[in-house]
Every structure is written in structure tokens, then in C-alpha cells.
């Protein structure tokens, strides 16, 4: 079936309705958590973090990937740099999702079917599991890296609960959380990609976030000039 455009038609620019709302905020937040970008597994990614060694400031983390734009492979870093946005008292739905058990991609909500056209599960009711999907700010003196993406059994080694832990702790227990890391300096293993669909440009996945030792940060920070 295709549709097309006669003198008949009639289009209605910016719908003010209750279901072009909901389509319009289900969009951004599905862009905004790179949901046009290439999916990825839940899984920190399968990288050995041992082989991450290059250490980088916000600056120079924004400046290759600048320099990566014409190419596919990912830069690896690690920052140490203050946790400055982690909204964990927000509501349960911008914290949490139900991805396809096969292919970890968001599944439609309404239907619980898999949206990945590539997944076997395509269109069918699919077996769901239930992961962190966090967006986190790094801040250090040279800038801030928006919406991180913190998901999956990182964000639960981060945060040393899991999902069912998480969603029965009380509103004080969240916020106490969330303090314990927010406005700290982190040592953070990074991916980063390009991503002219994302809000920032970039595509930028924690792969591990641990409070940082004072003595490793004066003596990294000293290696770059800092």
C-alpha cells in the first residue's frame, strides 16, 4: 500500500492531540537514546577494559571524535571526570525499559513486539528483559560530555543494585543513591562514536564507572599537563 497526496487531502501541521503527543515525546526520547544509531548489546559492549589505556579530557575526548567522523570504528578512553546529571529519582519509565530478549532492542510497549526489523522476533510478541537505561553528564575543567549512555549490567555494577532491587528501594533510598555518585570524580571507561542523529553528536557508551582513587587522578591528570 502506498500512500499518496491528492487535491482531497487535508494535513494537519503539529496535531495538538493526545496520541500525536505521545508519538511526538516517544521520537525525541527514542533519538535522543540513539535509537536511530546501530543497536548495540546491553552487555558493556564484550570490550576487555584492561586494553583501554588512553586517558582523556572532555575536550580532547570531543576533538577525536571530531577527527573520527569519516570513520566506523569506535575510540576507547577513559576520563576521570564529575558525575554532574544522574537523574535516579526521576520516574521509573526514563530510567528503566523492556528490551527484546534476542536482539536488546527496545520492544513497542503496547504490543510487546520486538521494533528491530533484523531481529527474528520482528513484529512478534518476544520475551522481555528489563535493564537500566541511564543518561549521565561528565563534566571535568575542559567541558561536559551530555547524555552518557549508562545501561545494562554496567549501570547495575555502578550502582551495585540491580533492576527489581532498584525499582523497590524508596524515594530517599534513590535520592541517597544518586548522591552517592553525583558531584563525584569518576574514572570512566568510554566508547565513543559519531552520531549526526543524536542530540549531541555523539554517541557515548560508560563501560565502567567506579568512584576514582585521588592518587590515580593527580597522577593521570599530571601525565596530561593538567
Not at 81 to 110: G, H, P, Q, Y
Request: proline letters at 3%; hydrophobic letters at 40%.
Amino acid at each position: 500500500m502506498i500512500a499518496t497526496v491528492i487535491s482531497k487531502t487535508i494535513i494537519t501541521t503539529n496535531p495538538d492531540t493526545k496520541e500525536a503527543n505521545l508519538l511526538f515525546s516517544y521520537v525525541r526520547e527514542f533519538v535522543e537514546f540513539g535509537g536511530l544509531d546501530e543497536q548495540e548489546e546491553q552487555t558493556g559492549d564484550q570490550v576487555n577494559l584492561d586494553s583501554i589505556v588512553d586517558v582523556y579530557t572532555v575536550q580532547q575526548v570531543k576533538l577525536r571524535a571530531q577527527e573520527n567522523l569519516d570513520r566506523s570504528d569506535p575510540i576507547f578512553g577513559i576520563t576521570f571526570a564529575f558525575i554532574t546529571a544522574l537523574n535516579l529519582d526521576s520516574s521509573i519509565s526514563k530510567l528503566i525499559r523492556n528490551r527484546c530478549a534476542w536482539c536488546k532492542f527496545a520492544i513497542n510497549e503496547e504490543s510487546n513486539t520486538c521494533v528491530n526489523v533484523a531481529c527474528s522476533g520482528s513484529g512478534k510478541p518476544v520475551d522481555v528483559i528489563t535493564t537500566f537505561d541511564l543518561l549521565v553528564g561528565l563534566t571535568d575543567h575542559t567541558g561536559t560530555l551530555q547524555s552518557c549512555n549508562l545501561s545494562g549490567d554496567v549501570a547495575e555494577k555502578t550502582l551495585g543494585c540491580t533492576v527489581d532491587d532498584f525499582v523497590c528501594l524508596a524515594e530517599s533510598q534513590k535520592t541517597s543513591l544518586k548522591w552517592r555518585f553525583l558531584l563525584e570524580r569518576c574514572k570512566i571507561y568510554l566508547k565513543i562514536l559519531p552520531s549526526p542523529n543524536s542530540r549531541t553528536g555523539l554517541r557515548v557508551n560508560v563501560l565502567s564507572c567506579t568512584l576514582a582513587d585521588p592518587e590515580e587522578v593527580s597522577q593521570s591528570l599530571s601525565v596530561l599537563g593538567m
